[in-house]
């Protein structure tokens, strides 16, 4: 199994920004290859897809709840994905989690890592 590792969250002011990363931590070769997804889980609620994109870095997927605020981007050179958050609200804080898919559906099975918190306070 692709292990990945998240970065960079922390706490943000309502309307603030931060950009998360996520890298592999072993097999960079085969990080090349796969789609990666954003995902979140906010205390007491199920874990929800939030973005995704595909190893040619075309067509990305976002949820609804994040359209027009959170941008995608990989860098193949830094063998990494970005997911920058902009105009973060009082109910996007959660921790966030990367995976080698795009949908819950597939990664049942997925061991998850620590993730990274995202926390939005005035």
């Known amino acids: 199994q692709l292990q990945l590792v998240e970065s960079g969250g922390g706490l943000v002011q309502p309307g603030g920004s931060l950009r998360l990363s996520c890298a592999a931590a072993g097999s960079t070769e085969e990080f090349k290859y796969k789609t990666i997804g954003w995902f979140r889980q906010a205390p007491g609620k199920e874990r929800e897809e939030i973005s995704c994109i595909d190893p040619g870095d075309s067509r990305p997927f976002y949820h609804d709840n994040v359209k027009g605020r959170f941008t995608i981007s990989r860098d193949s050179a830094e063998n990494a994905v970005y997911l920058q958050m902009n105009s973060l609200k009082p109910d996007d804080p959660a921790v966030y989690h990367c995976?080698?898919?795009?949908?819950?559906?597939?990664?049942?099975?997925?061991?998850w890592g620590q993730g990274t918190q995202v926390t939005v306070s005035s």
């Open positions: 995976a080698p898919a795009c949908a819950l559906v597939f990664l049942s099975r997925y061991s």
